[in-house]
């Protein structure tokens, strides 16, 4: 029950990142996935379209699921987390000025960017 609140928290931070600089399943929930929870890229990548099902991604996700590379229950926790927190960021953004949103947005792309390429 306590990983399921972590996996609600993982997809509100996801949604409000995503509302907030348009951004979410690549560049939060995947190095999140692998770095804290031990996912492949695989699963990491398979969960998060999983999670994105409704709107997104239906072949894809089945696709990895049946490769065995889904982790359903998670993906349905951080989903529920994802929405709402897509909703608190798109609300939040909408009073940063544009060059302060693109720099954090670079920022942010250059921090995971330089974790992925030298992290383990």
Do not use: E, W
Request: aromatic share 14%.
């Amino acid at each position: 029950m306590h990983l399921h609140l972590v996996y609600v928290l993982l997809g509100l931070i996801a949604g409000v990142f995503s509302g907030f600089l348009g951004i979410g399943g690549g560049t939060i929930l995947i190095p999140i996935m692998i770095f804290f929870f031990g996912l492949t890229q695989h699963q990491a990548q398979g969960t998060t379209l999983a999670l994105m099902v409704p709107p997104i991604g239906l072949l894809a996700a089945m696709r990895y699921y049946y490769s065995g590379n889904v982790k359903i229950n998670m993906a349905m926790f951080i989903c529920i987390g994802f929405f709402v927190g897509g909703l608190i960021g798109a609300h939040f953004v909408q009073k940063v000025p544009d060059p302060i949103l693109k720099k954090s947005f670079g920022i942010f792309l250059l921090f995971v960017a330089v974790r992925m390429i030298v992290g383990k």
